[in-house]
Each structure stands twice: as C-alpha cells, then as structure tokens.
C-alpha cells in the first residue's frame, strides 16, 4: 500500500514540475523552427533576413483571407503557407514587423477598409497590405499560387516599398521621339508614349539628353532605348556607367540603319558578350499574330508581329513575374559570343519555328507567307531579351571625343538587353482593341518592362531574392503533346477564327426580322445564304483542323484508356489465377509425389 502511495505522489510532482515548466520556461526559451519539406519552402532566404534586419522603423502587415464559397481547397492552403511564411517574417524582423491575420466577415468594416484599399474581392479577398506612419499603404491585390515560387520575393518587395523613404529614380536617355518631344523640323510636339505614363507612376523619371557625356552619380539605374542613334559621348558615358556598377536596361532595333551609324552600339554590346546581327528581324510561324496591313482589308499574318506566351519566357526570373504574354514588332535576336565572360540568361526566346530575314522583306506583304514557310524549315529558338552579368572591359579604352576612360574593367556588369522598341510604342502596346472597339493596353508588356526596371533599381538584399523552384509536377507526355496540339490548333485557325467573327457580324446585320411591308422574305436574300454558307463551311473547317491537331492526343488518350480498363484487371486476374492454381497443387499434390 505505501508503495502504491509513493508511486503516486511521485507522478504528481512530475506533473507538477512539468507544468511548472510550461508555465515559467518555455516563454524564456530560443524559438527554433524546423523546417522538413524537400525545398526548405518555409525557411527565409539570407537576403530577406539581411533586408528585415535593416529595417529601422516598425510596420504593419494585415493579411485578408476571407472565406468563400468558391474557394478551392487548392487556395485554402496556399493560404496558410502564406500565413506560415509571414510569421517566419515576423518573428525574423525583431519587433519591426507586426503581423495581423483577418478573415473578413461579409459587409464588415474590414472587408470595407480592404476594398477601399483596392485589394481584389470578387472571389473573396486574397491580399496583403502593408502600412506604416505617415507613409502611403502597399498592397498584393491578390495571391496567385501559379506564382507559389516568387513569393518571398513578393512579400519582400512589399516590405521593402513600404520602408523606403521615396521613389528610386530611373535615368532615361532615347534616340528617338517618344516622351512628348518637339520635333525640331516641324516644330509640332509629339505626345509621349502611354507606356511611360506607367514607368512615371512607380519610379522618378528623370531624362538626360541624347547628347549626354556623364551619367549623374545619384543615378543607379539607366534605361536606354535606340541607342543607335546616339552620338558616341552618350554610348561611351553609358560604358562607363555600367563599369561603375550601375544597372541598365537597353532596348535596341534591329533596323537602326547603316552600318556606320552602329559601329559604336556593337562596339559596346561586344564589350558586354553580345551582339545583334544588324537589319535582321526575326519570323515565328508559331507565335505570329494576325494583323491589319492595309486599312480595309482583312488581317494577315505578320510574321514579324510576335505574341509571346509563357512558354516562350524564362520561368525563374524576376522580369517574367505575373508576365502572361508580350507583344512584339520586328524585333531583332542577341546571340552570346563565344569567348565572353559573362553570364548570358535569356528572358524571352522565340519558338523552334524561327528564323531572322532582311529587314527590307518586311515591308512587303506578299513575303509574308514565305517567309513564315521558310522560318518552319531552318526554324531553331532566338534569343530576343537576355540578362547579362559578370566581368567586362570597356568598349572605349582610348580617348572618345577628349575623354578618357576611367574605368577600363569591371568585376561585375549587369545589364538588361532587350532587340526590340516597337513593344514600348503605343502601336504595339495599344494595338489590342475591347469589346467597345477602344483600343485596350496589353499589360504583359508593361508589367515585363516594371519588373525588370524594379529589379535593377532595388537594393542587393531584395534584388538577391531568387525565385523558388516549383514543388508541382514536371508535365508528363501527355500533356506536352496536348499542349503542342494546342498550339498548332492556334497558328493555323487564328485567320479562320476572325474571318468566323466577321461573317457572324455580318450576318447577324443582315438576319433581321422581316416587317410586314416586305414583299420577298428574309431567306431569299442572297447575300444572306452566302453568309449562311460560309459560316456553316468555317466552322465545319475548324472542326477539321481542331480533330486533325489533336489525333495524337486523342490516339494516346484512347491508349491509356485501353490499358487501364482491359490489360491492368487482365493482368491483374492472370496473377489471381497463377496464385490460385499455385495454392491449390500444394493442398492437393499429384498422385505421383507418393511414388
């Protein structure tokens, strides 16, 4: 019996000291986290740890997660893993950061302060904003978990917006009329591209003239475009700009002219690792879009006029985020030259359907189909922007116009080249028309152009943030090949697709209901049977072209449907065959075992 007393009384001084434990201790303990998944998901970057150290004034993160109806369950755990991540941001931050996670009830006065705020809750709010005193709020309108590996990035931006004091300022030198000049030889004042209108919103813009020999020193991050155009103080001030560690991003046309007149720019683009063969653009038989050449007429195929969807981007760069497609007007290709020492990535490539022609045969448009025809034939991908970092010499050692070169090397460059200015350009940018016929901006390449200036000018602690790997699946044969029948379904159905709309158009005009003055019904109006006929012809023509792409598809996908239904139980019964004939010899041997 007293034994059975001190074994109690013993259990009771345990508990008591381990709840004495919880209560006192663990408060006062070193919170140690583990993280276990394959690509340490939930563990921050050393960047973002330097960035949250060197924040100097507190602020406020208020996560939305609101419920909804529709919401998946594939975004409910997005959800919380960006809960997850963002305490792991919180508790790294040492007290700047203070976290709020709010699940908004429907008419509440959170869900009210979020949609003034302009996060986005048409399927439920999904957003992060972040606030700190006397400072404008920042915002994630909403998370996108097709965009899972950019997070940390995207977070950490918003930290970083949130903290600055203002604006970073981005130098702007062209050689050409694109920012409300006045032309010197009419005198009439040319309006500045929409597409600026959108850099000036999130950057300070300032413009240095064409003939510039010396580039600020405040300025830290350089956007040029047509440099070819640019005398040759202005190239060798932006050599020296890259030499000393500034940041540029450059866009450059293939057709810039003679020869003589871009000796300098392959000079410098040489200098970089790069060149840009000149009067060369390039044609896509899969990725060109079908425009208008000749007003009246009914659109061709460009081949020079490229839509780029996702494929056609690099997946893991920070220039590419949120990007869906860009548009592009003859743009030219970079080629990477042999013995350089920097580091070439490429940002956005064409199909294996490419290939570059003279400049002049884009200005006819009976070339158009051959050239498109030859492009299939000797097609290989090219490189139409590319990043590029590492070491480099100056392009100008000796003197240029007086100056001499400071700098004649550099340990690390790094530039941003893109062989095309036409995306800039509000014929390009604003070539898309609505559903009201108002011309409609395409964002992919506005976003393209901000993400990549807002990459070079952030700091190294943010700049260093790389995208995480993607935990999803690599896709399988299947899906490559509905993907690649989707594809060839597009490029040769794009024509058929809008001459359908047009007829329909027309035919919908013409199909009214008679009156009852109308001496002939509407049916014997010829023009309207032709109409009918050819409606009836193009969609029957899509329907061909639709089961001729996806034959394959449909080949393998009946395949696995026989495999899966006749040879797996097939199998599967033969091996409950052979285990039962196998059972039934050892229960009952033949009459010859006793032999």
Known sequence: ??????????????????????????????????????????TLSPSTDALLAALETPMDLYFFNGSHPRKSDALNNHGEYIALLLKAYESASKGNV????????????????????????????????????????????????????????????????????????????????????????????????????????????????????????????????????LPEQALFAIDQFVLAGGKLMMFVDPLNGSTADTTGLQTLLAAWGVQMPANKVLADNLYATPVVVTSGQPPVRHPGALTLPR????????????????TLLNPGTLVPLKKSRTTFTPLLQSSGQASTFDGMRFTQPDEFASMIGEAVSRGRPNVIAARIEGPAYSAFPDASNGQKATLQKATNIHVVVVADIDMLSDRVWLAARNANGQKARRPGNARFVLNTLDNLAAPDTLSAISPRASDRQQPGLLDRLR?????????????????????????????????????????????????????????????TLEKEAYKSVRRLELAVVVLTTITVPLIVSLLGLGIFISRRRRQHPPAAAFY
């Open 1 to 42: 019996m007293r034994n059975l007393i001190n074994f109690g009384v013993t259990l009771s001084v345990i508990a008591l000291l381990f709840l004495a434990f919880n209560l006192v201790w663990v408060l006062k303990l070193p919170n140690y986290r583990l993280d276990l998944s394959e690509k340490k998901i939930h």
């Open 98 to 229: 203070t976290l709020h996670l709010i699940d908004p009830a429907p008419f509440s006065e959170d869900e009210y302060k979020a949609e003034l705020l302009g996060l986005d809750s048409q399927q439920g709010l999904f957003g992060l904003i972040g606030t700190r005193a006397n400072h404008e709020p920042q915002k994630i309108e909403r998370f996108d978990p097709a965009q899972a590996s950019f997070l940390e990035y995207e977070i950490s931006r918003l930290i970083h917006n949130v903290a600055r004091e203002e604006q970073p300022t981005i130098g702007l030198i062209y050689g050409l009329a694109m920012d409300g000049n006045l032309n010197g030889r009419t005198q009439e004042a040319t309006p500045p591209w929409q597409l600026f209108k959108e850099i000036r919103s999130q950057f300070n813009l300032m413009t240095l003239g064409s003939d510039t020999s010396r580039i600020p020193a405040h300025i830290k991050t350089l956007m040029v475009v047509q440099p070819s155009r």
């Open 311 to 326: 494929e056609a981007m690099a997946q893991q760069d920070v220039s590419t985020w949120g990007v869906d497609s860009v």
């Open 483 to 543: 993907h690649e029948a989707a594809q060839s379904y597009r490029k040769k159905a794009a024509l058929m697709e809008q001459r359908l709309a047009q007829t329909e158009k027309e035919w919908r005009l013409l199909n009214t209901p008679p009156s009852m003055l109308e001496t002939q019904a509407i049916s014997s109006n010829t023009l309207l049977q032709a109409l009918n006929k050819e409606r009836l012809r193009l969609r029957m023509e899509l329907h």
